[in-house]
């Protein structure tokens, strides 16, 4: 495998004249053809697209100007993301044949500054699941033991990074589905507070919970990322009407930084191996760690999933087979509804249309899904007041390290736990961000997660850039 630079290392050897893009673009076919038959982490890619846009960035030439600061940079999008002219499968076969006829601002955005897309990476279908096993194209093993899952939904945006066939990627981030997968795959993932980026151009799931991020090597390059990405749209009215604040990457820690652990979720970690190598660079450092107890976390699992599966049961309604998509034609309307649907998604999808349909249905709103949103309303008060006494949040990112393909997908239950540390900050709306500890366990990356209170993204990318130079 051909080891590729990061997006700084790229855009300063781009502009300087040492590096040329179609350079790096060459080594990543190689590293495509050459591992992408065993990974799967893409399901479309573009590679000689990338390959003419390339070179003709190289022809073009590099001149320092802020409009062309990605210039270049090869980059890879998650398939739930919509670029104009390519297929948007949400890895399900419901969406077999649809080519969306608009771009995500996201996207657009990252076009807009120069970068080259390399096509749309495998996901959970519809974004739906912990493993990146539930695709209908196939599941994504992790590159760095092809026995083990890279994480999801987002494990195809991972994986690609992770084995050289991506700079970066964009991925999407419901309830952890950005960080477990950067967790799993030694990486670097940035969920950014809710209404932070666009979701315009991101097929729903949930739609009050889901939000785009970057997958990256370093936390440097998720901040040239999401500093393109951030900002408000007209397109989308849950975006901040403020711009971001502006990072400055100092490397530094501040004096008098205080950073808490979540008590509870420390306190459910089985392997004091992963506890240790989350703790470890802070005590090194001699940064002022405090546990902080915010009870209401233990019950983030059950609350984000009576949100998501109703709010997904909601948004799926449209997939009917008459508007877009697959349809299997039978003899009258209701029977076309049931082939289509019953053929075009597939389990993890069916099981959660419909428990969200049972926990919207008359009877029982009161109390699934309006208990669920009167709950997550007391989690975020619970993690306001812990902002009252630190500065950041720590946890682990994921219960345990990757785990086997197949160990746990006849097991939704305790798939869903691998969500434990990653839904509660995102319930609350909260930018959050997943390092690779220094420590691993069993030669298996560890995820050390950082939440900061909401809008802080800046502060938080500054953050976890000093303690990843520890």
């Known amino acids: 495998m051909k080891e590729l630079p990061a997006i700084a290392d790229l855009s300063f050897g781009l502009l300087r004249g040492s590096i040329k893009a179609q350079d790096v673009v060459a080594d990543i076919r190689d590293n495509i053809e050459k591992r992408e038959v065993n990974i799967n982490a893409y399901i479309n890619h573009y590679i000689d697209q990338a390959e003419t846009q390339a070179r003709r960035a190289d022809e073009s030439g590099y001149p320092e100007d802020e409009t062309a600061d990605l210039k270049g940079i090869p980059v890879a999008v998650k398939d739930n993301i919509c670029v104009k002219g390519w297929p948007c499968t949400c890895a399900s076969n419901i969406l077999n044949g649809f080519i969306p006829p608009y771009e995500a601002t996201a996207v657009k ?261 309006n208990t669920a949103l009167s709950y997550r309303a007391e989690l975020a008060k619970q993690f306001k007041k812990a902002f009252d006494e630190v500065d950041f949040l720590l946890t682990p990112t994921t219960p345990t390290v990757a785990f086997k393909l197949g160990e746990k997908i006849q097991d939704p239950l305790d798939m869903y736990l691998s969500d434990i540390f990653t839904a509660s900050s995102a319930l609350a709306a909260l930018p959050s961000i997943s390092i690779p500890a220094p420590d691993k366990v069993d030669g298996l990356p560890v995820g050390i997660q950082l939440i900061a209170p909401r809008w802080k993204d800046s502060e938080l990318l500054e953050f976890a850039h000093a303690v990843e130079k520890i």
């Open 109 to 369: 955005r990252l076009r807009e500054k120069g970068v080259i897309l390399l096509g749309k990476t495998n996901l959970d279908e519809f974004a739906m699941g912990a493993s990146n096993e539930t695709s209908a194209y196939g599941p994504v093993r992790n590159p760095l033991d092809p026995g083990r899952v890279p994480g999801g939904s987002s494990g195809g945006s991972a994986a690609a990074v992770a084995y050289g066939g991506a700079v970066a990627a964009l991925g999407s981030d419901t309830g952890g589905s950005i960080r477990q997968p950067a967790s799993f795959c030694g990486l670097v993932g940035l969920r950014p507070s809710y209404g932070r980026v666009s979701r315009w151009g991101l097929v729903a799931f949930s739609s009050s919970l889901d939000q785009i991020g970057p997958i990256t090597k370093t936390v440097e390059d998720a901040a040239l990322l999401y500093s393109i990405i951030a900002g408000p749209d007209e397109n989308d009215s849950t975006t901040c009407p403020q711009p971001p604040d502006e990072i400055r990457l100092t490397g530094r820690i501040p004096e008098g930084i205080k950073v808490g652990m979540i008590t509870e979720c420390f306190e459910e970690i089985k392997d004091s191996r992963i506890a240790e190598a989350v703790r470890s660079p802070f005590i090194k450092a001699g940064i002022d760690i405090q546990e902080i107890s915010i009870p209401l976390v233990r019950l983030s699992v059950a609350g984000y999933y009576l949100l998501v599966v109703s709010e997904a049961s909601s948004n799926l309604a449209r997939y009917d087979g008459i508007r877009y998509g697959k349809r299997i034609s039978k003899l009258g309307l209701t029977e076309t509804y049931f082939a289509t649907r019953s053929q075009g998604f597939g389990d993890e999808v069916t099981r959660r249309i419909l428990l969200g349909t049972f926990g919207l249905s008359a009877g029982y709103i009161d109390a699934y899904y």
